[in-house]
């Protein structure tokens, strides 16, 4: 079957770093997305992977590994405003894409 | 403010009622979505369109239907609503078929339905 695992929920202190894992098992593979979703509001884009490694835009980066069907989401330097959801998307071989059920990132002072 | 807007932004429907939910985008992208998402599930794609006059199926397309008449508009109609149709409906558009490129998805900001 298909799936992409990601934790239901995690907890951070404001300022502190938290990863949020994204596991994946697809029918082929053209990419991977993370987007935020704030509640009761729209996803937003925040990252694209194709190739292994690590891609930093700001405080945040995302890492992926294709031979692991592993990525992650790197937050760095928390802020109050980075309390969300965050979804994860592989873009499968025909092109369309599945998502993950999202991980919601609880942010405390 | 370039985007896609979606109406209504909530509405409670009796069961067996016909509903179609607006979408429509100023970007002029190619293809656009429509999908649910449930708690606890993935965003679940219902139908898409790679280009006007052209629609496809996704995930979830049974009870639903839409039409690509233009670029901008792709409405979505449930024929005859039921319950398990409640849920928050998602318009999106990308400016290239499939996956949306590098730039990934353009989201509305949602249609929260309530089927009785």
């Known amino acids: 079957g298909q799936n992409i695992d990601q934790p239901t929920e995690m907890t951070a202190t404001e300022g502190a770093i938290v990863q949020i894992n994204c596991t994946y098992q697809t029918s082929g593979f053209n990419g991977l997305f993370w987007y935020q979703q704030h509640a009761g509001e729209a996803p937003t884009f925040l990252s694209y992977n194709v190739l292994d490694g690590l891609e930093e835009k700001g405080r945040f980066s995302s890492f992926l590994s294709r031979s692991k069907g592993y990525s992650y989401l790197l937050l760095k330097e928390l802020q109050m405003k980075d309390s969300a959801s965050y979804l994860c998307?592989?873009?499968?071989?025909?092109?369309?894409?599945?998502w993950g059920a999202g991980t919601k990132l609880i942010i405390k002072p | 403010i370039a985007g896609i807007t979606q109406a209504p932004t909530s509405q409670i429907l009796a069961a067996g009622r016909r509903m179609t939910l607006r979408c429509t985008q100023d970007m002029r992208h190619n293809a656009m979505y429509w999908y649910r998402q449930d708690l606890g599930l993935g965003l679940r794609l219902i139908h898409y369109s790679n280009t006007a006059g052209t629609t496809g199926k996704g995930e979830v397309p049974d009870g639903y239907s839409v039409s690509r008449a233009n670029t901008d508009d792709f409405p979505l109609t449930l024929a005859s609503a039921v319950p398990s149709q409640t849920s928050v409906y998602f318009c999106a558009s990308s400016d290239s078929d499939g996956f949306g490129g590098q730039e990934g998805y353009t989201f509305g900001s949602g249609t929260r339905l309530t089927v009785v």
């Open positions: 998307a592989v873009i499968k071989e025909d092109y369309q894409l599945i």
